[in-house]
């Protein structure tokens, strides 16, 4: 059984920051792709960013030069600092993570984090 639990988020002003994180953890042989995802009210999910094994990072135009994925490999974790936010940040941030669980099974699975809300007040 795999799990992804995040914790950050919270309210903030429009021009402040906030830093989410998200650990993965149970049976785990290899972590590939790691990502965070939100989703506006009455808005379909969306990337925000990603970030491979290798450190290999892609951001969404709209979060470029603001937010930043990182990842610990070490402690199965991915990172999200977002700095400058804005009122149109407010989403339900997701982490998301291709997982091998065992060596030899069929494969990557992709696995979700419950999610996390993120209020930016203009």
């Known amino acids: 059984q795999v799990q992804l639990v995040e914790s950050g988020g919270g309210l903030v002003q429009a021009g402040g920051s906030l830093s989410l994180s998200c650990a993965a953890s149970g049976s785990i042989f290899s972590i590939g792709r790691m990502a965070w995802y939100r989703q506006a009210p009455g808005k379909q999910r969306e990337l925000v960013a990603g970030?491979?094994?290798?450190?290999?990072?892609n951001y969404a135009d709209s979060v470029k030069g603001r937010f930043t994925i990182s990842r610990d490999n070490a402690k199965n974790t991915v990172y999200l600092q977002m700095n400058s936010l804005k009122p149109e940040d407010t989403a339900v941030y997701y982490c998301?993570?291709?997982?091998?669980?065992?060596?030899?099974?069929?494969?990557?699975?992709?696995?979700w984090g419950q999610g996390t809300q993120v209020t930016v007040s203009s």
């Open positions: 998301n993570a291709d997982i091998l669980p065992t060596l030899g099974g069929p494969g990557y699975y992709s696995y």
């Open positions: 970030i491979l094994s290798g450190g290999r990072t």
